[in-house]
């Protein structure tokens, strides 16, 4: 037998929760302004030295454990030991370290070097453990941390109050400027782009000597750790400089290998990876837009990156493949930039010029704590040595005092006495050894007086000029530039062709004749292939709802029984005979589930309206520009009303006022102009009634007709607001006879 069911034991029940009225301004002010304002200011938006506290932490953590000058060590000591100052996990830490490592290859001046597998920007490969790779702080680490144990910059308590870290970072130059960085806080993001740091340096001695310097003199555009080509632009990168937004176009760069018919990607955009872009390819080749592809590889090595694109036919143009694939790929994409950058823990949105304004305060501001802790060692060392000189006129009297005193706490008071000295000096000369005590030693410390004396003027006369200020900041400048300075590793294109203007299809028009079924078959026939009297193959019980030759410049759009619309090329088809089935258009173009072809509509301009007829007797009017999108989107839903099936399309040219005529399952007609259907700004708009229908009726179709056709004149005439465009043609003829009109 089981066993019984123990009856759980009845808990008292808790009091329930007060309820408290209050204002959802007060709310938000006490509850989620504080965590948005920390998101912002201590964790996503980088700060005027560069570095987002996250960085920040790592860095001086490496720094206090001697990585500076001493050899590697493991990761893992490096991430313990920064969980002393950053407890927000081992694995948040270790990923912030890799991005600052030159193995990963994501700045173009890398923090940290680094020893073991860590992935690379340009690719999505995993990175290895942190047991398995070593670290140490890379010598430009040095322009970051000088002055750091000279007051340059504030110390703050950590998290638990142990221990003491920075504030900032003294950063010797514009680090800002030169590391990329992006972050997305609480309503509010930031995505700087990394420059040259040569280009930096010269830009920021510049507009130290001239504020209204020209920033293209010496700022050519951005610059990125993985290369490629920037399309210059100059009206965008001047907006990106004044106003710290815009966007600048990067591009891959590759190579035609002629013997081996193939094409070589070896650096491709910042702001992708190299297994998106293969994954496009792929795609575009499986759908039949690339026939010119046999192949497409990842062939990154220890050598770097090499995508290799191997081409079917040695008549391929690559220069003419590798536009449609910028076009069509992320071989060529843009960085937008958003220059958010926290100031005095106030996040501001900076163009160039006002990053390197506030660069050029703060850095002149360490460079002041710097002189003055400074000034106030020599000065301090300047009172000692002053002491000492007085007891060189009788270095014997100060033997004397010291071994005349009975009680060791009287040596320093006897000692202030008998030289006039303040207790400062006093205890400095009673801690000389008594090797020291000798002329010879006395003589050359005091002979440092008169060079001290004058180290304090020179301190004091820069903390009293800027402009001595500004030309040391000069000079740290020019020697950053000439020992860290690198060439540019992304290329400036002046005259590049705009890859955003080429199309996929070919440079020259061509006509195809196009047939297309109600059952959703649909056939491209070359004008070599078509013949007068070719019969077209057609599945069993299907007919011919549209034939004729469409342009290959033409956009294809597919109405279907779902309200969706789906466009499509004539290149998007394979050229067939009279003699084949075709396409089935809703498996090549991936339908829905039981999804059906209602109307075909080629469009070459998107100009002129459309009608359409639903069975609920409305019918509506719009616009065909309704679907023109400036993306290649290849779905449109909704495309129009859902809320009754349609039944009839119609197409209308700008201007044109069409008769249409309407037809229910009863019998029930109408015949009236396409100009009373009303206008509707909207796609989506359900329409209004045009043909009243009793319970159980329903419009069967909407079509066109002729109006010198007087067929038609016995049906009742309505004026009522209507619109739509038919795709489904019918047989008016039989129409009539059904309907004994």
């Known amino acids: 037998m089981g066993k019984a069911r123990k009856t759980p034991e009845t808990k008292e029940r808790l009091p329930d929760a007060p309820i408290r009225d209050e204002q959802i301004t007060d709310t938000l002010r006490n509850n989620y302004m504080p965590y948005s304002m920390s998101v912002i200011v201590s964790r996503a938006i980088p700060e005027i030295d560069g570095f987002k506290p996250a960085h920040r932490k790592l860095l001086y953590t490496m720094y206090q454990m001697g990585l500076l000058d001493g050899p590697r060590t493991k990761s893992a000591n490096v991430v313990g030991a920064t969980m002393k100052l950053n407890p927000h996990g081992d694995a948040a830490i270790y990923e912030t370290m890799v991005r600052l490592t030159r193995g990963n290859g994501a700045l173009l001046h890398p923090f940290v070097d680094s020893k073991g597998s860590f992935g690379r920007k340009y690719s999505k490969m995993a990175y290895a453990a942190a047991r398995y790779t070593e670290v140490k702080l890379d010598p430009i680490c040095n322009e970051i941390f000088s002055g750091i144990k000279s007051d340059a910059v504030d110390m703050v308590d950590n998290y638990d109050g142990e221990l003491k870290e920075p504030v900032l970072l003294p950063t010797r130059f514009p680090n800002i400027l030169v590391s990329p960085n992006s972050g997305i806080a609480v309503g509010l993001a930031s995505s700087i782009c990394s420059f040259n740091l040569r280009e930096v340096c010269d830009t920021a001695i510049a507009l130290i000597r001239d504020p209204n310097a020209d920033l293209f003199e010496t700022l050519k555009a951005p610059d990125f750790s993985t290369g490629g080509e920037l399309v210059y632009d100059k009206e965008a990168l001047e907006q990106i400089y004044q106003t710290g937004r815009g966007t600048v176009k990067l591009r891959s760069k590759w190579r035609y290998l002629k013997e081996e018919s193939c094409?070589?990607?070896?650096?491709?955009?910042?702001?992708?990876?190299?297994?998106?872009?293969?994954?496009?390819?792929?795609?575009?080749?499986?759908?039949?837009?690339?026939?010119?592809?046999?192949?497409?590889?990842?062939?990154?090595?220890?050598?770097?990156?090499?995508?290799?694109?191997?081409?079917?036919?040695?008549?391929?143009?690559?220069?003419?493949?590798?536009?449609?694939?910028?076009?069509?790929?992320?071989?060529?994409?843009?960085?937008?930039?958003?220059?958010?950058?926290?100031?005095?823990?106030?996040?501001?949105?900076?163009?160039?010029?006002?990053?390197?304004?506030?660069?050029?305060?703060?850095?002149?501001?360490?460079?002041?704590?710097?002189?003055?802790?400074?000034?106030?060692?020599?000065?301090?060392?300047?009172?000692?040595?002053?002491?000492?000189?007085?007891?060189?006129?009788?270095?014997?009297?100060?033997?004397?005092?010291?071994?005349?005193?009975?009680?060791?706490?009287?040596?320093?008071?006897?000692?202030?006495?008998?030289?006039?000295?303040?207790?400062?000096?006093?205890?400095?000369?009673?801690?000389?050894?008594?090797?020291?005590?000798?002329?010879?030693?006395?003589?050359?410390?005091?002979?440092?007086?008169?060079?001290?004396?004058?180290?304090?003027?020179?301190?004091?006369?820069?903390?009293?000029?800027?402009?001595?200020?500004?030309?040391?900041?000069?000079?740290?400048?020019?020697?950053?530039?000439?020992?860290?300075?690198?060439?540019?590793?992304?290329?400036?294109?002046?005259?590049?062709?705009?890859?955003?203007?080429?199309?996929?299809?070919?440079?020259?028009?061509?006509?195809?004749?196009?047939?297309?079924?109600?059952?959703?078959?649909?056939?491209?026939?070359?004008?070599?292939?078509?013949?007068?009297?070719?019969?077209?193959?057609?599945?069993?019980?299907?007919?011919?709802?549209?034939s004729g030759e469409v342009s290959s410049f033409a956009e294809l759009l597919f109405f279907t029984d779902r309200a969706q619309v789906y466009k499509a090329r004539l290149g998007d088809f394979e050229s067939t005979k009279a003699s084949a089935l075709g396409d089935y258009v809703p498996a090549k173009l991936g339908f829905d589930e039981g999804e059906k072809v209602l109307w075909f509509l080629p469009v070459s301009e998107f100009t002129g309206q459309i009608v359409i007829g639903f069975a609920n007797g409305k019918c509506v009017r719009f616009n065909l520009e309704a679907y023109q999108t400036k993306s290649n989107r290849k779905k449109l839903s909704p495309a129009f009303s859902a809320a009754s099936p349609a039944v009839g399309f119609v197409r209308l040219a700008a201007g044109e006022n069409k008769d249409l005529f309407l037809i229910s399952a009863l019998g029930k007609c109408a015949l009236i102009k396409s100009g009373l259907v009303s206008e509707k700004a909207t796609r989506t708009s359900s329409g209004i009634t045009c043909l009243s229908l009793k319970r159980g009726d329903s419009l069967k179709t909407l079509v066109a007709v002729d109006p010198e056709d007087h067929r038609y004149s016995k049906c009742r005439k309505i004026k009522l607001p209507t619109a739509g465009v038919i795709f489904n043609p019918i047989d008016v003829e039989e129409e009539q006879t059904k309907l004994e009109l």
């Open 263 to 546: 094409i070589e990607v070896y650096e491709i955009p910042y702001s992708t990876d190299v297994e998106t872009i293969l994954d496009q390819i792929v795609k575009l080749v499986k759908d039949g837009k690339y026939k010119e592809i046999s192949d497409v590889r990842d062939e990154t090595d220890l050598s770097g990156l090499k995508l290799v694109i191997d081409l079917k036919y040695k008549s391929a143009d690559p220069e003419r493949l590798m536009a449609r694939l910028m076009h069509d790929t992320s071989l060529a994409c843009g960085f937008s930039c958003n220059f958010n950058v926290l100031v005095g823990g106030t996040p501001r949105l900076l163009g160039v010029r006002e990053i390197l304004d506030e660069w050029h305060a703060f850095r002149r501001e360490c460079l002041k704590r710097e002189l003055n802790f400074e000034l106030r060692q020599k000065r301090d060392r300047l009172h000692l040595l002053l002491g000492l000189a007085k007891i060189l006129v009788d270095i014997d009297r100060a033997i004397r005092i010291i071994r005349s005193t009975d009680e060791e706490a009287r040596v320093i008071p006897n000692l202030m006495e008998g030289f006039e000295i303040d207790r400062t000096q006093a205890e400095y000369i009673a801690e000389i050894k008594l090797r020291h005590l000798n002329r010879e030693y006395i003589l050359n410390r005091v002979s440092e007086t008169e060079s001290l004396k004058q180290a304090i003027a020179e301190i004091e006369a820069t903390l009293d000029s800027k402009r001595r200020q500004d030309t040391l900041i000069v000079k740290e400048l020019n020697e950053i530039s000439k020992t860290y300075g690198i060439d540019r590793k992304t290329e400036i294109l002046y005259d590049a062709p705009d890859t955003a203007d080429l199309s996929a299809e070919p440079e020259k028009e061509e006509f195809f004749f196009v047939v297309m079924t109600r059952e959703g078959y649909f056939k491209k026939i070359t004008r070599l292939s078509i013949r007068g009297n070719d019969e077209q193959k057609l599945k069993e019980g299907d007919e011919i709802v549209f």
